[in-house]
C-alpha cells in the first residue's frame, strides 16, 4: 500500500529528500507535479513531486522567505495577481462511505493574524452555511456544534450571537475562524503560522484542535516552532533557499524527520533552533 523512498530525479539533483509515502489513490489527498510559482521578475517556488496523505497534520518548515506561505496560497488559489503558478495539484476528496469522489469541499485557511469580519458571531459564522445552503433552521444548531468542537462555546456569553467577533480575544478569534471552516465543511485546512501571536495556553488550545482534525481531514500546518511540529505533526516537508529561490528540500514522517533528518537543510535548521548538534 505504501511505497518508501521514492526520490525524483529533479529533486535528486537539488540534493533533496523526497519521501513519497502516498502512491495509492486510498491514501494521497492531494498530490503535486512540477509546481512552480512565479512573480513578475522571479521563481518564488519550485516543488517538482510532492503527495500528502488523506489524513494527517503536516507540519511545514522552513527558514523566512523559502515560500512557504505562497504555497499555501497556490494551495487553496487565494494568490495575488502579482503571482502565477504551473504544474498539477490534484486533490482527491472522499465522501461519507470513504469512496473518492469529485465533489471537493473547499479549503479552509487560518492566517497568523485572525481574519473575522466586522459582525456578530453568528454572522461570521452564517456565512459558510448560506454559501452551502443549509437550510436556516438547522444553522443554529450546527453553529453552537462548531463552537463547541473548538471549545469556544462555554468562553462566549449566554447572549453569544449578538457578541461581536472582533471583540473576542486573538486566540478566540483564531478558534472561531477554525470553527467557520467546520461549517464550510472542509476536507482540507491550512494554517499559516496560527499560534505565532498567541500566549501558550492559546497556543495549547488550537494545538488540541489541529491534532483532532488531523485525524479526518488534511491538515498543512506551516509553522516556526520545532515543538510545535514536534506535537502535533505526522509528516513534516522543509523549504529551502536554494540559488535565490525557495524549493522543498525534505518529506517525510515527523518520527523520522526529527528523530534522523535527511538533508542538510533540515539539520542545520534543526540545530539552529535547538542549538543541538
Ligand atoms: N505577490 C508577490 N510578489 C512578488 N514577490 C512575492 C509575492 N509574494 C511573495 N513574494 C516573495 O516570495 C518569497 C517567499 O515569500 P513567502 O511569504 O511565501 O515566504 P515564507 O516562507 O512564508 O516566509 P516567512 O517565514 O517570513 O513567513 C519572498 O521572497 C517574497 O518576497
Ligand atoms: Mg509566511
Given amino acids: 500500500m ?8 529533479n529533486q535528486a539533483a537539488n540534493n533533496a529528500h523526497i519521501q513519497l509515502l502516498f502512491n495509492e489513490p486510498e491514501c494521497c489527498g492531494m498530490s503535486i507535479k512540477d509546481l512552480s510559482i512565479h512573480a513578475k521578475k522571479k521563481t518564488i517556488l519550485t516543488v517538482d513531486e510532492l503527495r500528502f496523505p488523506k489524513t494527517g497534520v503536516v507540519a511545514i518548515m ?19 495577481e502579482n503571482l502565477t503558478h ?8 472522499f465522501d461519507a462511505t ?22 456578530s458571531i453568528y454572522d461570521n459564522l452564517k456565512v459558510p452555511l448560506r454559501k452551502r445552503k443549509v437550510a ?3 444553522w443554529r444548531t450546527l453553529m453552537v456544534q462548531a463552537l463547541n468542537d473548538v471549545g469556544l462555546m462555554g468562553e462566549l456569553d449566554e447572549k453569544w450571537d449578538k457578541q461581536r467577533a472582533q471583540r473576542l480575544s486573538g486566540g478566540q478569534q483564531q478558534r472561531l475562524s477554525i470553527a467557520m471552516g467546520l461549517l464550510k465543511d472542509s476536507n482540507i ?41 514536534r506535537r502535533v505533526s505526522d509528516y513534516s516537508a522543509m523549504f529551502h533557499n536554494h540559488k535565490d529561490q525557495g524549493a522543498l528540500c525534505e518529506f517525510s514522517s515527523s518520527e523520522s524527520f526529527f528523530k534522523s533528518p535527511a538533508s542538510s537543510q533540515s539539520r542545520e535548521f534543526i540545530m539552529k533552533e535547538t542549538g543541538i548538534q
Fill in 98 to 119: 470513504n469512496e473518492p469522489t469529485s465533489i471537493c469541499s473547499h479549503f479552509a485557511m487560518v492566517w497568523q493574524k485572525p481574519t473575522v469580519f466586522p459582525c
Fill in 62 to 80: 522552513g527558514p523566512s522567505g523559502s515560500g512557504k506561505s505562497t504555497f499555501l496560497k497556490a494551495m487553496s488559489e487565494l494568490m495575488d
Fill in 2 to 9: 505504501i511505497a518508501q523512498s521514492l526520490i525524483t530525479n
Fill in 86 to 93: 504551473k504544474g498539477d495539484i490534484d486533490i482527491t476528496c
Fill in 136 to 138: 436556516r433552521k438547522e
Fill in 189 to 229: 485546512f491550512l494554517f499559516d503560522e496560527p499560534t505565532s501571536a498567541l500566549d501558550p495556553i492559546s497556543t495549547d488550545k488550537i494545538e488540541n484542535i489541529i491534532k483532532k482534525l488531523g485525524k479526518e481531514k488534511l491538515v498543512l500546518l506551516v509553522t516556526h516552532s520545532l515543538g510545535q511540529a
